[in-house]
């Protein structure tokens, strides 16, 4: 039997039922050998146990040699079901059921993959590696539904990441209903990063550039100030315009500086993805 199915007896059932489903929800079938229903129903059900690798717990009792257990539990028909979460029936069906249906049951109790991955986030912030919490928290804050606590998370990621822009875009898409004092505190951070966003250095290069529109070199040594700010989109939208005119420039230095970029973001960042197409397409 798999490591994620166990059977139930009485010696075992305070262990299986009540301590398990604390950890974890715990998926009772009450079956029986005469029971022909309940033979169409368990293959469906162990399955699904399987295949979660050991999300739930599939608790199989036989009804007819454990009869006070499913007294206790008030079961009057076989095959039933039950879903256990904390020592309590929380969910549950009487009869066979076609998989969609016990699928759309589990999906309802058992944590989703953005849960994992926003949890791991939180632990990587407060450990201080925020590349790493920014990688688990694209995904989690797309594949959620843009869920508000999952974006406040990103946008203070984006900020620690001195990416101003990328935490207004995520901010600006949380509702009135949700902004509250963690929001303000956040808008607040992201108005301070804006205000102290531009070093005497990167003043003086953005008045050289206005001045100098056309000069590559001041370009350049802008796109290089920038990315060292972590202000990773508006140095490599100069370096582009550069890499436009010269592919070659500074003896491959912009394009170096660029790829450079492109690799602190890693492979999996929007970002990232969008300037690379953009470099593919300068150079094919």
Known sequence: MSEHIVDVTMENAQQVLIEESM?????????????????????????????YAGQF?????NADNEQMLAQQLGVRSLPTVLLL?????????????????????????????WDAQFKEAQEKMVAGDFAGALNLLR?????SGERTDIAKQLAACYLELNRAADAEEVLGKIKLADQDADYEQLMAMLELKQQAADSPEIKALQEALESEPENADVAYRLAV??????????????????????????????????????KTLGSGDPLAIRYQRKLMTLLY
Request: net charge negative; aromatic share 8%.
């Open 139 to 143: 995904p989690a804050y797309a594949d």
């Open 23 to 51: 950890q974890r929800p715990v998926l009772v079938d009450f079956w029986a050998d005469w029971c022909a229903p309940c033979k169409q129903l368990m293959p469906v059900l162990e399955k699904l146990a399987n295949e």
């Open 225 to 262: 100030a920038l990315s060292q700010e972590n202000r990773q989109e508006e140095a490599l939208e100069l370096l582009l315009g550069v890499l436009r005119e010269d592919l070659g420039f500074a003896d491959g230095g912009a394009r170096n500086a660029y790829t450079d970029i492109l």
């Open 85 to 113: 979460k904390d020592g309590q029936p929380v969910d549950g069906f009487a009869g066979a059921q076609p998989e969609q249906q016990v699928r759309e049951l589990l999906d309802k109790y058992l944590p989703k993959p």
């Open 57 to 61: 717990l599939l608790a199989k009792v």
